[in-house]
């Protein structure tokens, strides 16, 4: 495969010098962005993109044509894998991801199976593929997979939840059910994030989206133990290249010092860490990811200059900072202040980075 | 006013020594309750509930005749003061909150006025009254208030959001506006609290349900700040009596420190935060409040009293404990599951308050 013209992500996310902070968003491939919605409006709904490499691969390009990030992420949804496990994922209008067949009890807990990456899921490893061919080498290309507590939600729940009442009854009352699905998730994960790396995703990063919603003791043992066991099981070399792994959990920063010692090598942080405070917490043991408030993205090009210099600043000197957001892009955001965003980054970060100067 | 038969609040709120953990919980009057929709049925509906004070004493003393609480707490919904100030709330059925008439620019934020304790509200201060004498001494009343900042989400985006994109676009965008807000809130909080104590509560509770929304330095310029005002302008004694106040910002974890230095004598916590590690990081500058997720109450009597006596013993030996959920009781609760818990709570804590034994 080609070799990468841009590696300034995979140095960072493995605490190496570079020239200026490199910068990614996640959902950067996503509704705030015009040309998004023509191919949505082609493929007939947010599934059917997903499911056809080719329009996954467009839109996956989109916003690297638009501006000077230094990462593509593979268009997807976390959600392909219960759907692959024959849940029934589907997108109500105007609502979340629901199930048609959440797993709530025993029965249909024991008939949950390892989906295979290059079977049910092969449209996504087809696409990573193909994401790659067209990338040529421009930037490196991020696989991702939800938690296996995140999806667990999902799955038992049948969708988002404001309560997890629910999944949380089964995780209090019935843990060996739940470990039983955090189990399958656990392989499944694994399974799909290697072969996403053996079709050439370059990192990849593991969205633990509701871990942050788990008691104290509750996240270790429900999504951070199968966070480990996940990365225990992912190849982190390939072809003589290191593959670095991010966990983020949202609303994980109380639990830093844990999450960074899970095997990973970047930990994301929503707007909520301070990171001059937890560079502090981590030492040398991992690089961060994050950390501006979407929202930011709603003001004004000076003020956004500013706010994107805060969090530079936060983070300070040296390697080991990838910048990005707290959480994903709003799909309101003005696609303009996207780019002033963008060369702030670039721009404002090359004072930190005085290796060689 | 009758002397209180049981103090354990108050004292493990100053962090005196008692015999046992004393318990509350937050929405303790509420729709888990039977008894207490068939009050709100009388009423018409919620808001008709917490204008009438006869029909909110009604409600307030209902878990108090169930479960060995050791405080009462008004009846009321943060929304008052907004509702006062002329900007129509509303409960939409099915939906939370709701008001007629946001506050979202210069002109309507200018009109903004702080609402008369004994005018507009008088109805709230008649229900902490007549709750004092109907209590006659037999635990505390605790009197509360929204926030300034929680307040200010609701009043900018008319109800509540997921992403907070109006107020958060006021905050960075036009600050000013904001500050506007939150300076007219702050000076209704801290006066409708010193009206609630002369009228009889014995502590006091300021939620700050959405702070924790914001980013690390937003928090401290945005809600913390106007915490600390509303601090220092409370009515700390009254006939005599020291009147403890308790902060709770959820998903405020990761500002513990900075929350107890904002001259509060209490911080609340929710489930995220494990209460020894919160106990070494504030010391002996507050209490701590909590912090059981209240999904638990889900599980089997067995399971609530273990969890139970985990949080006990993560706080671990001493005065400086007041029991509690970390979050407001679900509605979907088992009032006899509710039962196990506080006689838990009584009957497990003894065990560390070993004072004169």
Request: charged fraction near 20%; include cysteine; glycine fraction near 10%.
């Amino acid at each position: 495969m080609t070799a990468l013209k841009n590696d300034t992500l995979i140095r960072a996310l493995l605490r190496q010098p570079t020239d200026y902070t490199p910068v990614w968003l996640m959902r950067q491939a996503g509704r705030y962005l015009p040309e998004y919605n023509r191919t949505r409006a082609r493929a007939g709904n947010f599934l059917a993109l997903c499911k056809s490499p080719a329009l996954a691969t467009e839109v996956t390009l989109q916003p690297l044509d638009r501006y000077g990030l230094d990462a593509a992420i593979l268009f997807s949804d976390i959600l392909t894998i219960p759907d692959a496990m024959g849940l029934g994922l589907y997108f109500a209008e105007g609502e979340g991801p629901r199930f048609e067949r959440p797993t709530q009890d025993a029965a249909s807990i024991g008939k949950l199976h390892v989906p295979d990456p290059y079977g049910e899921l092969r449209y996504v490893i087809d696409a990573v593929a193909e994401i790659r061919r067209a990338l040529a080498g421009r930037v490196p290309l991020i696989g991702f997979a939800g938690s296996p507590y995140t999806l667990a939600c999902y799955m038992v729940e049948g969708g988002a939840s404001d309560d997890f009442r629910i999944i949380k009854t089964m995780l209090y009352k019935e843990p060996a059910l739940l470990h039983r699905i955090l189990d399958v998730n656990a392989q499944s994960v694994a399974l799909y994030l290697n072969a996403q790396i053996e079709a050439g995703a370059q990192a990849v990063m593991v969205f633990d989206t509701w871990g942050g919603n788990l008691s104290h003791d509750a996240y270790r043992e429900f999504s951070l133990a199968y966070l480990a066991r996940v990365l225990a099981s992912v190849k982190r070399d390939h072809i003589g290249k290191r593959v670095p792994v991010i966990v983020f959990t949202k609303g994980g920063g109380l639990w830093l010092e844990s999450i960074a010692g899970c095997g990973c090598d970047c930990v994301g942080l929503d707007w909520t860490t301070n990171l001059a405070d937890a560079r502090r917490r981590v030492g040398d043991q991992v690089s961060l990811q994050g950390n501006l408030d979407p929202m930011v993205l709603f003001s004004t090009p000076q003020i956004i200059r500013e706010e994107t210099g805060k969090v530079l600043a936060s983070f300070g000197d040296g390697p080991g900072h990838v910048f990005n957001l707290g959480h994903g892009i709003s799909q309101f955001s003005p696609p303009e202040h996207v780019a002033v965003l963008i060369d702030a980054v670039h721009e404002l970060s090359r004072a930190y980075h005085h290796d060689g100067d």
